[in-house]
């Protein structure tokens, strides 16, 4: 293994004038070339009357939304931020002790995206990731327990707690608005059972963004997933053949519907096909959880949502064979 490979994004943004030819997406790929300016994703108030049927409307147009007012406290959000900022500020050997390593099948911790793409292009973007919830699923030995990064486990403890409660909040009002029972999209993909995953992404300062991309565009394989952002605009969402910013909102939560929903509501939903911008000056993070079914659970269209007029668009199939199927570029 050669010294790239295992240099991360933040190690090469120190170091760099110019971009490497690998980061330097084909054109129609170029956030320079390719972001356009018009609307905006929805951003809704959950203190208002009927924001459900708003956010149901949100996922028919867009896949995603912007959620204020939505009971999550800003300390907690802060106190998350925070513990993120001090990992990625650990020295480099400290971050590699919590590396992950599929071959060993250590798929959580911290990495980097320096594996090539199908066009053999990489990504301006390092990590860290790990399972919050269920208690049973965590392991605590990928979560840091430096002084440097003190209070680690209690911020991402509280702020799950938070995020199973807006989740099962989420799923009653999207459930409603598919003319379902509010409890159907929690039966369907879980209930306690459902997994929260946890990521922190780091973008460093890039020396020509206009020419690369954080994330390459993709839909999540999750159910849905809620990010909260730094102040530095990145995210942006594909709609009717364009890009759009995805405004930063101070103290708003992103909600993406992700391939589960879009399955389970026989496509009335649509998952967000989504990517990630970089900046020249200022380092971009977010902080987005996964909320998956159990691998074991198999996820199809609602029997309700099957109609002659509409028949089923996707087969039912266990979580982990989609997830196999979706890493691995199989047909689905």
Known sequence: MGEETHQSVQELAASLGALPPE?????HD???????????????????????ARMAVAAREWGLFQV?????????VAELQRVGRAFFA?????????????????????????????????TWNDFFFHVV???EKVDHAVWPETVAVAGYREANEEYCRHMQRLTRELFEHLSLGLG?????????????GLVFLHKVNFYPPCPQPELTLGVAPHTDMSTLTILVPNEVQGLQVFKNGHWYDAKYVPDALIVHIGDQ???FSNGVYKAVLHRTTVNKEKTRMSWPVFVEPPGELVVGPHPKLVTDERPAKYKAKKYKDYQHCKINKLPM
């Open 23 to 27: 980061f330097v997406r084909s054109e």
């Open 180 to 192: 379902l029972h509010e409890g159907a999209m929690a039966e369907a993909f879980g209930g306690d």
């Open 133 to 135: 919830a269920p208690p």
């Open 261 to 263: 929903i879009e399955i």
């Open 90 to 122: 650990l020295p480099r050997e400290e971050k590699e002790r919590y590396a992950m390593d599929p071959a060993s099948g250590k798929i959580e911790g911290y990495g980097t995206k320096l594996q090539r793409d199908l066009e053999g292009k990489k």
């Open 30 to 52: 170029q956030p320079g070339v390719t972001t356009y300016r018009g609307a905006d994703a929805p951003v809704i108030d959950m203190s208002d009357p009927g924001f459900g």
């Open 68 to 76: 204020v007012n939505h009971g999550v406290p800003s300390a907690a």
